[in-house]
């Protein structure tokens, strides 16, 4: 199967810019996650979908966002962007094996913010 | 605000040696897990201990679990330099849906 992947790798943008980054998680899975990962604050969960849904959200402004579309790909999307939102972007689909949670990250995305 | 304290926050061995990391947790789990990190990338998961578990065991590592201290510790054996990277605990606590929290990580170095 092919693993989760994201686009863009890599992204800069200014103060003030929107940005929307995509996630297509592992085929079969319908469930993504996105985490935040800065080194002040290390890894910080986002949100989750599941078959469209938000179904658990993080502790993020609401300047942070999500969908999820009937073929479970993903989209974030960050509107007036702060140098603070400058960080590594995860993905992560995610299996359910016996009731275990197992997730499976992408490669991120880099987002500078200047 | 992350719900895992993991220590060293750095660790440097030469090849060969073993790697102990430990991670903390607050509150109940359902399981606990590892995965590592190289140079900013995409996480790998490693290993998912339950928590009726004690310890588990696969390849060079070994994860052992302690709920009555809330703690867990990751050891790896015989390293090597492709160990190199960053390693984070994570705990699922049965919350709805599908959340981990991640502690704040160990790097390991692996000098040759």
């Known amino acids: 199967k092919a693993g989760v992947t994201q686009t863009p790798r890599y992204l800069i943008k200014t103060r003030g810019q929107q940005v929307t980054l995509s996630c297509s998680p592992i085929?079969?899975?319908?469930?993504v996650s996105w985490y935040q990962q800065t080194p002040g604050q290390g890894l910080q969960f986002l949100f989750e979908?599941?078959?469209?849904?938000?179904?658990n959200k993080g502790n993020f402004p609401g300047r942070f966002s999500g969908r999820q579309f009937s073929n479970s790909r993903s989209e974030m999307n960050v509107s007036t962007l702060e140098l603070g939102d400058s960080a590594l972007y995860l993905c992560?689909?995610?299996?359910?094996?016996?009731?275990?949670?197992?997730?499976?990250f992408g490669p991120g995305t880099r987002l500078t913010v200047l | 605000s992350q719900q895992g304290e993991e220590d060293p926050q750095a660790l440097s061995i030469q090849e060969g040696e073993n790697a102990t990391m430990n991670c903390s947790y607050k509150?109940?789990?359902?399981?606990l897990q590892w995965y590592r990190q190289n140079s900013g990338r995409g996480l790998v998961h490693l290993i998912l201990?339950?928590?009726?578990?004690r310890e588990k065991h696969s390849g060079r590592l070994r994860v052992t679990l302690d709920t009555s201290k809330k703690s867990s510790s990751l050891l790896i054996t015989a390293s090597r330099a492709a160990d190199t990277a960053s390693y984070f605990c994570?705990?699922?606590?049965?919350?709805?849906?599908?959340?981990?929290?991640f502690g704040g990580g160990t790097r390991v170095l692996v000098k040759p």
């Open positions: 992560a689909s995610t299996r359910r094996l016996a009731g275990d949670l197992t997730q499976y």
């Open positions: 085929s079969g899975h319908r469930s």
């Open positions: 979908y599941f078959s469209e849904t938000q179904r």
């Open positions: 509150t109940s789990i359902n399981n």
């Open positions: 201990i339950r928590s009726n578990e």
């Open positions: 994570a705990t699922d606590h049965g919350a709805a849906g599908n959340k981990l929290t």
